[in-house]
């Protein structure tokens, strides 16, 4: 059975931290290179060559950016006016893209002038859709990457029915990080719904996503 979105078990990540495991590996064998190389017999060419290549070879993530299959989106902040449960960013993988999406990072944010004041996120699937709302624009995560999204994003969706909370926490003035490290998936046909719910009226939101695509 194919995973969907939140079915993989997550990884013990600190939701603060970023896992630099491979890179710091890489990097300390490589500058061993350097340093013990004979002078008279070392391509340094080569050797920043390697270097460069450990890095990118480091983790998937890493991986399938460089070779142009890494995206992001940001759906910039926007002022929720109301104190009910809003679908506020709906993602859709469609039915026959042969790629399944496999997310990096959420970022979620929160402001308020009021201090104290809360915000419940909400992530669902396979959310029933009406309509999908105002198209946000899905940016390559290495700028001259030549493979355009499969996926489509949207703000403001209109839903009726929210489909299966996978999902829920508060986020508090500020900005609340979930390192996922390509451990959720959503597979073609499969649709991701996000839903925000203010403790306060005309509080500031925003949702940032990036993800590969295999």
Known sequence: MPKRFWDAQ??????????TTSLKSSTS???????????????????VRS???DIVDGDLYQRSTNAGQGF???????TVTGTTKTAFFLLKNPVG?????RFQEFTFTFGSVVAGQST??????SPTIT?????????????????????????NPTISANGTLVQAFVVVNGTFKRNLNLNRYLVAGANLLITVDSTTANAEHSVFSSWIEV
């Not at 992001?72 to 926007?78: A, L, N, S, W, Y």
């Not at 893209?97 to 999406?101: E, V």
């Not at 419940?120 to 699937?125: A, N």
């Open 29 to 47: 064998s490589n500058t061993a290179k350097v340093t013990n190389a004979d002078p008279s017999a070392t391509d340094y060419g080569l050797v």
């Open 120 to 125: 419940t996120i909400q992530i669902y699937r």
């Open 131 to 155: 309509a999908n709302g105002t198209a946000l624009t899905i940016n390559k995560t290495k700028s001259d990457g030549v493979t355009s999204s499969v996926a489509s994003a949207f703000l």
């Open 97 to 101: 893209s042969g790629k399944t999406i």
């Open 72 to 78: 992001q989106v940001d759906t910039d902040i926007q």
């Open 10 to 19: 997550q990884p013990d990540v600190d939701d603060e931290g970023v896992t």
């Open 51 to 53: 270097f460069i290549d």
